[in-house]
Structure formats: C-alpha cells, structure tokens
C-alpha cells in the first residue's frame, strides 16, 4: 500500500483549517490564524514539531499554559490523557506506514482539545491526519472537537488492526514453513516476529490505559456519544493485546519446535558420521597393520593379495554395518 508524499509545511505549520461544524471547512495559513475568531467556526491546527516555529508560537502565542505547550513539543511521549480546566491533551501512537519503517516504530500524536480549537502536533507523518483533513474538505469531517478524537482513535486502532492482522497471518505461514527445510530462516523471522509483537505490545498497553481513563474521567467537551465510541475503540485495543499475547505465545512454541528440529538434525547428522567412524575403525585397523613395512606379511608374494585383502574388508565392513542394523543403531 502506497503512501500520498507528506504535504509541505510552512515553517512547521502543516494545514490549518476553520471547520463550519457541519462536516467542512476551508484552510488558513499563518495569517489566518493569528486573526482567528471563535465565532468564525472551530480551529484545527496541524503541526509539524521537527521544526522550532511551532514551539515558540504555542508557547508565545497560541494561549495555552505553559505545561500543556511543552507536552505538545516533547521529544519523548508516553500515551496519556489529562483533562484540565479548559481543555483536554490526548497523547496517542499509532503504526507507522512510512516507507521503509517497521510497525512497531510507532509515531506519536499529540492532541490539545477545546470547545472552540483543536491542536495536533506530529514528529513524523501519521496517515489519519491526512484522511480527516480530506474527509473534511468533502464535507463529510468531524463537526466537533469530540467527535474531531473519535474519529483519530478509530483510525489509530484501524491501523494498529490491520497491524495485528498482519503479524497473525504471518505466524501462521511461518508455523507451515517450520516443517520445511528452511528452519534456519524461518528461525531467524520468528525472533524478529516476537521482537516487533513485544514492541507493539509495549505501545498497546499504555494506550489502552490512556483510552480507559479518557472515558472513565468526565470531561465537558466529550458527549455520552463520544464516550460511548472510545470506549469501544478501548475494548479493541484490549482485544489486540491478548491477541498480540497469543502470538508471542504461539511463536514461542514454533521457535522451541524450530530448535528442536535443529537438535533432532545434528543428532542425525552426528549419529550418522559416529556409524561411519565405528564401520570404517576396524577396517582402518586391518588397513594399518597390513601395510607395514615387515616380513611376513600375508599375502605379499602372490598378485591376488590384494584382491583378497580387499574382499576381506568388504565383506568385514558389510557385517559390522548389519549389525548396527539388526541393533538399530541407525
């Protein structure tokens, strides 16, 4: 699945849009947004925090307080939700689908909620930005600052989904691959496999913690409808952790059958080279007395002790190995 080419910023402002409350809007740069009035409709500011313009006009110019500003602009996030007098801050992950990137190096969004202004902030592009903001130039966008959050987590948990999905149908070709003679690769993707589940894992967990108190916390800008709706999309992040337990448990089992595939290999690869060694140790025996250099060796004066010497080892060799047969030693 290919990725749209993030849009430009302008000096770290990503779009900013008036939405009318009814499922469009119109887009406003810099200006625009310094002239920003309520009652011209809800703001939605989209930034792009790699660059320093955003921080100094949140923490200058936007109104916040300062604590909320600098949540907006950390390095280093954790998901959480704080409700506060006069708004809401929702620090949510999603996957990251940007080329090349594995998905459990998830990006963080950060999301500031007013009754009459919304603020994201992004480090790297995250797709449910894009979707919403195209949704709402056909009209058919969120009308209101909660159901602006229901609409980002449920695309969020949309792609941690799909994400989960994707690690699922790949234990199971990698469960029919380990009976193959692939093992040393199929080896080498089950260790990467549990390393991206305990990563994502790890990112899940939290999340879900954040939705849960989202929910449990009444907050005036979110309606029953919108608690209702992240409260559903908490359950399906719960539901992706024990599915993502499953897995972990299930490539655990496949890579204990792998090593123990490895294991019955050597032990037939050793067993087979140890009844060669024991076939060929009288032979070699018979081999080295025969061949000094003293008198009295038989056979020695006739053209045929050769041909016999030969018949006897054979015949020797072939009886050392019916042995370990009928002993089932191989």
């Not at 604590?67 to 998901?79: F, G, Q, S």
């Not at 204990?256 to 595939?261: A, L, P, Y």
């Not at 060669?276 to 053209?303: D, H, K, W």
Request: with cysteine.
């Amino acid at each position: 699945m290919s990725l749209q080419q993030p849009p430009p910023t302008e000096h770290g402002l990503v779009w900013a849009m008036i939405l009318d409350r009814k499922g469009g809007g119109s887009r406003i740069g810099w200006e625009g947004l310094a002239s920003w009035r309520p009652e011209q409709g809800l703001l939605w500011v989209h930034f792009d925090i790699s660059e320093p313009a955003p921080e100094k006009w949140l923490e200058e110019k936007s109104g916040l307080e300062l604590p909320i500003a600098a949540a907006l602009v950390a390095e280093d996030t954790r998901p959480r939700s704080a409700p506060s007098r006069n708004g809401l801050l929702v620090i949510l992950r999603g996957v990251n689908l940007n080329p090349g990137a594995e998905p459990d190096d998830m990006v963080s969004v950060r999301v500031w909620l007013e009754r009459d202004r919304i603020f994201t902030a992004r480090r790297r592009q995250l797709r449910i930005s894009g979707e919403i903001k195209a949704a709402i130039e056909n009209g058919e966008g969120p009308s209101s600052p909660g159901e602006f959050l229901c609409v980002l987590v449920e695309g969020l948990v949309d792609r941690i989904g799909e994400s989960v999905d994707e690690l699922d149908e790949h234990i199971d070709a990698l469960e029919e691959a380990a009976g193959e003679h692939n093992i040393m690769e199929v080896r080498g993707q089950l260790a990467d496999m549990r390393r991206q589940t305990a990563q994502l894992r790890r990112f899940l967990a939290p999340q879900r913690d954040a939705l849960d108190r989202l929910v449990r916390q009444p907050d005036a800008i979110l309606t029953e409808a919108d608690n209702l709706a992240i409260r559903e999309q908490a359950d399906r992040v719960q539901r992706f952790l024990e599915d993502l337990d499953l897995i972990r448990e299930r490539g655990m089992v496949s890579q204990e059958e792998v090593v123990s595939r490895l294991a019955f290999q050597q032990n037939q690869r050793i067993l087979v080279l140890s009844v060669l060694s024991a076939v060929f140790l009288p032979l070699t025996f018979l081999t080295g007395l025969m061949g000094m250099n003293v008198g009295g060796i038989p056979g020695a004066e006739t053209t045929l002790g050769f041909f016999a010497a030969s018949a006897l080892l054979v015949a020797l060799g072939a009886l050392i190995a019916v042995y370990f047969r009928r002993n089932k030693w191989f």
